[in-house]
């Protein structure tokens, strides 16, 4: 399965989790099991938020286009991020940005 990234500015957070030629979308199972060799599923014809483009079948492999969330100021890695292949079974890490660490002042009492 590979795996493109439309990234946009918003607050969601994207868990993703593959079985074979199904994925799940936080929580949320798409089955594409029946896509053949050649065939695509248009965007609009895909239940759900997530789906940034058409899913296709080439060469044997499922590409789907997914809405990568990020906060204001996305790293160079999110804001452009690459595609990713996945061949295993299993969760998939998702390119993020680690929340900035609030600093708390020491106060002495």
């Known amino acids: 399965m590979r795996i493109s990234f439309s990234p946009q500015r918003r607050d969601d957070v994207l868990v993703l989790e593959k079985t074979g030629d199904r994925i799940s979308i936080n929580g949320e ?4 099991d029946g896509l053949t060799d ?10 759900g938020e997530w789906f ?6 080439t060469d044997g492999e499922v ?10 100021n996305p790293s160079e ?4 991020p690459s595609d990713i ?4 079974d299993g969760p998939i890490a998702v ?9 708390t002042a020491d106060v002495d009492a």
Do not use: S
């Open 38 to 47: 050649g065939d695509t599923i248009k965007r609009d014809n895909i239940p």
């Open 63 to 72: 590409h789907i286009v997914l809405t990568l969330p990020h906060g204001p």
């Open 29 to 32: 199972l798409f089955n594409f």
């Open 52 to 57: 940034a483009g058409d899913v296709t079948r």
């Open 85 to 88: 292949v996945v061949t295993e």
């Open 95 to 103: 390119p993020h940005d680690e929340p900035p660490v609030e600093e």
């Open 77 to 80: 890695a999110v804001a452009f």
